[in-house]
Antibody
């Protein structure tokens, strides 16, 4: 069974940093592109970042470019999102999702809440 | 960036109704479009990819169509478990984008 489990969310002050993790199981992690999607409270979905299966291709939303860094460790079946210079508008539930351009995001984690507030 | 505009934003319907949601792209995206269903407090669920391919395990009352700039998601006979918010997503080019969502509520 495919499972994606996010962790690392919490309360952080503006300007602070946080590192999210996503532990994957039930599939060959190194074969799949992975993604982060977020959802602010009461709002819609926002794509944040994607990384190819080898990590050689990485993409970011303009809203996080230069502040967030996506990475993966295929040996540990894990996806990461390093978030620096956090702002109030980064407050959201962050989901990791498996998928690619040809078939959408077919597996999602349960999400981890990041709250940026003083 | 490619903008996706969903309509309607809100839809009130009854069990058994046929429901159609539209997603318009600001530029052509071929058939690189996916549809998701999200219920409160839950992660989104993939329904349709490549504009019209039904994801495994999704009931056949869901269907998708379209290409280029105009796409539709149709639920042929609305069931109680279908009351949720639906999002389209373009996968044609980065940055990827989602539509604003359509909330389907019980009439």
């Amino acid at each position: 069974e495919v499972q994606l489990v996010e962790s690392g969310g919490g309360l952080v002050k503006p300007g602070g940093s946080l590192r999210l993790s996503c532990a994957a199981s039930g599939f060959t992690f190194s074969n799949y592109s992975m993604n982060w999607v977020r959802q602010a409270p009461g709002k819609g979905l926002e794509w944040v970042s994607s990384i190819s299966n080898t990590g050689s291709s990485i993409f970011y939303a303009d809203s996080v470019k230069g502040r967030f860094t996506i990475s993966r460790d295929n040996a540990k079946n894990s996806l990461y999102l390093q978030m620096n210079s956090l702002r109030a508008e980064d407050t959201a539930v962050y989901y990791c999702a498996r998928g690619g351009l040809n078939w959408g995001y077919n597996y999602w984690g349960q999400g981890t809440l990041v709250t940026v507030s003083s | 960036d490619i903008q996706l505009t969903q309509s309607p934003t809100f839809l009130s319907a009854s069990v058994g109704d046929r429901v159609t949601i539209t997603c318009r792209a600001s530029q052509g995206i071929s058939r690189y479009l996916a549809w998701y269903q999200q219920k409160p407090g839950k992660a989104p669920k993939l329904l349709i990819y490549a504009a019209s391919t039904l994801q495994s395990g999704v009931p056949s009352r869901f269907s998708g169509s379209g290409s280029g700039t105009e796409f539709t998601l149709t639920i042929s006979s609305l069931q109680p478990e279908d009351f949720a918010t639906y999002y389209c997503q373009q996968l044609n080019s980065y940055p990827l984008t989602f539509g604003g969502g359509t909330k389907v509520e019980i009439k």
